[in-house]
């Protein structure tokens, strides 16, 4: 009875390293941002959108494309949305992420309340992941400065109630910036914003291996021994 009890200890020992490392994420990149442009743009991102007597703020914005980043240099709430290629399965998919770098404001400037907004398209609906349903539909906000972040969340529901996003087909995303505390109205025209995304990635568990899916079975006779054993 000793030894199956040792060999069960062995085998929950194995069975953890093997759980542990199973946690292992598995990226799906939706853009890295390279040569990026947006397929659509709104509010102060467009260009005629973002002229007073379209209502926007009155400031042009400059969108760059670069090799390995895409640049948003504008002033008041804008937002653009990218199609991708062709839908991508992200099935299983736990954790969404997506990393930016703000340069303006500056740190010398301190920290603003703000948001950088994100959502994912399925094909059927838009689900709205960084919106806050509690303050009425508006954007979930937090204090930023100069510094590179990464925003993520760990489900992929509408944040305003709608239908789920379905991972299995995954058509577009969007983005939004409203600099809120950083704007016209505080800082007078000409303080615009300026941010720079350089990823946007989904992250799916690794396979398991083939020993972490034979190990149940392997634990369950071994209990099994050990229980016959007390019995004999």
């Known amino acids: 009875m000793k030894d199956v009890k040792q060999f069960v200890s062995a085998l929950a020992t194995a069975s953890g390293f093997l759980l542990a490392s199973s946690v292992h994420a598995q990226v799906i990149t939706l853009s890295d941002f390279h040569n990026f442009n947006l397929s659509a743009t ?24 670069g090799p390995t980043s895409f640049e948003v240099n504008a002033l008041g709430y804008g937002s653009g949305a990218y199609n991708l290629a062709s839908p991508i399965n992200a099935s299983g ?22 948001n950088p907004g994100l959502d994912i398209a399925d094909g059927t609906h838009l689900v ?5 349903n509690t303050a009425g539909g508006y954007l979930d906000y937090g204090n930023y400065t100069a510094g590179t972040y990464t925003i993520y969340g760990n489900n992929f529901n509408d944040t305003l109630g709608g239908a789920p996003l379905d991972l299995t087909t995954i058509t577009a995303f969007n983005l939004e910036f409203d600099p809120a505390g950083y704007d016209a109205s505080q800082h007078g025209p000409g303080t615009p914003y300026d941010i ?6 989904l992250l799916v568990p690794e396979p398991g ?12 006779a071994a209990r099994r021994r050990l229980k016959i054993t007390k019995n004999d």
């Open 42 to 65: 709104y509010a102060n991102w467009d260009a005629s959108g973002s002229q007073i007597i379209s209502g926007g703020e009155g400031y042009t914005p400059t969108l760059t494309s």
């Open 128 to 132: 709205h992941l960084t919106a806050a």
């Open 93 to 114: 998919a736990y954790e969404w992420q997506l990393t930016f770098t703000i340069s303006n404001p500056t740190a010398a400037q301190g920290t603003f309340w703000m």
């Open 196 to 201: 720079t995304y350089s990823s946007l990635v």
């Open 209 to 220: 291996s083939v020993a972490l899916f034979g190990l149940p079975g392997l634990l369950w």
